[in-house]
C-alpha cells in the first residue's frame, strides 16, 4: 500500500468495519483514479454475516480524494502553506435488497438517525429514500430495493497529516455504527426474497 494519506484513511475504516465483525463482499473492493481529473475513489460493500447472497441489507462505502485535496497535500508535504486544508468526501449507502414487495419508506427512515457516527469532528448526514424495482425478462419477476446515504468530509488538519494514526481514533466509531444500522434496518418486519444459493419456496 503506499505511503500516503489517503490510503491510511482507507486502512483506517477498513479495520473499523472489519472490527465490527462485518463481512466485506466478494469482488466488490475497487479503488479507481480518473485519468482526465485525477481524483481517486475507493469503493467496497459489507453486510452482516450469514445473510446469504446477495445479502438482506448492505453498506457501500466510497471514499473520494479530489485533486484539489492533493494539490493542498502535496503543499503541506513539502512545507509550503495551503489555503485550505485537504478533505476526504465519505458516503456510504445503507441498502435493503431482495424485497418481495415495495417498502415503506417511512418505516426506513424510522430506524435510521437524521446523523452518523462521529468521524473526527464531523458527522454525516442523511439522504431521503431511493426505491428501486427490478423486473425479469417476463415481467413477472419482480424485485425490490431501497436503499438511503449519509454524506459529508472529512478536514485533515495538520497533527492528522503529521501523525496519520489519529485516523484510527477518528474513524473508529463507524464500524460498530454501520453494524448496528444494519441490524436496525434487518429487523423491519419486510417479506425478503430467498438468497440466490436457495431454492424459492
Given at each position: 500500500m503506499l505511503?500516503?494519506?489517503?490510503?491510511?484513511?482507507?486502512?483506517?475504516?477498513?479495520?473499523?468495519?472489519?472490527?465490527?465483525?462485518?463481512?466485506?463482499?466478494a469482488f466488490e473492493e475497487r479503488f479507481q483514479a480518473d485519468v482526465l481529473l485525477?481524483?481517486?475513489?475507493?469503493?467496497?460493500?459489507?453486510?452482516?454475516?450469514?445473510?446469504?447472497?446477495?445479502?438482506?441489507?448492505r453498506a457501500d462505502i466510497t471514499l473520494d480524494w479530489p485533486t484539489w485535496a492533493q494539490s493542498a497535500y502535496r503543499s503541506w508535504?513539502?512545507?509550503?502553506?495551503?489555503?485550505?486544508?485537504?478533505?476526504?468526501?465519505?458516503?456510504?449507502?445503507?441498502?435493503?435488497?431482495?424485497?418481495a414487495k415495495a417498502p415503506d419508506p417511512a418505516a426506513v427512515l424510522g430506524v435510521l438517525p437524521e446523523q452518523s457516527a462521529a468521524v473526527g469532528n464531523e458527522k454525516l448526514d442523511r439522504s431521503g429514500p431511493t426505491?428501486?424495482?427490478?423486473?425479469?425478462?417476463?415481467?413477472?419477476?419482480?424485485?425490490?430495493?431501497?436503499?438511503?446515504?449519509y454524506e459529508g468530509t472529512y478536514e485533515l488538519d495538520e497533527a492528522t497529516l503529521a501523525d496519520g494514526s489519529v485516523l484510527d481514533e477518528h474513524f473508529g466509531a463507524?464500524?460498530?455504527?454501520?453494524?448496528?444500522?444494519?441490524?436496525?434496518?434487518?429487523?423491519?418486519?419486510?417479506?425478503?426474497?430467498?438468497p440466490e444459493d436457495e431454492p424459492a419456496s
Open positions: 505511503d500516503h494519506v489517503f490510503t491510511d484513511a482507507i486502512g483506517a475504516l477498513r479495520d473499523a468495519v472489519e472490527s465490527a465483525f462485518l463481512e466485506r463482499q485525477g481524483d481517486l475513489t475507493w469503493e467496497t460493500s459489507y453486510s452482516l454475516p450469514g445473510e446469504g447472497s446477495p445479502p438482506r441489507t508535504y513539502i512545507g509550503e502553506p495551503f489555503d485550505e486544508p485537504p478533505r476526504v468526501e465519505i458516503e456510504i449507502v445503507l441498502r435493503i435488497q431482495r424485497l426505491l428501486e424495482t427490478a423486473y425479469g425478462s417476463d415481467l413477472d419477476d419482480v424485485e425490490y430495493a431501497i436503499e438511503v446515504s463507524m464500524g460498530g455504527w454501520i453494524a448496528s444500522t444494519l441490524v436496525r434496518l434487518g429487523d423491519l418486519q419486510f417479506d425478503f426474497l430467498p
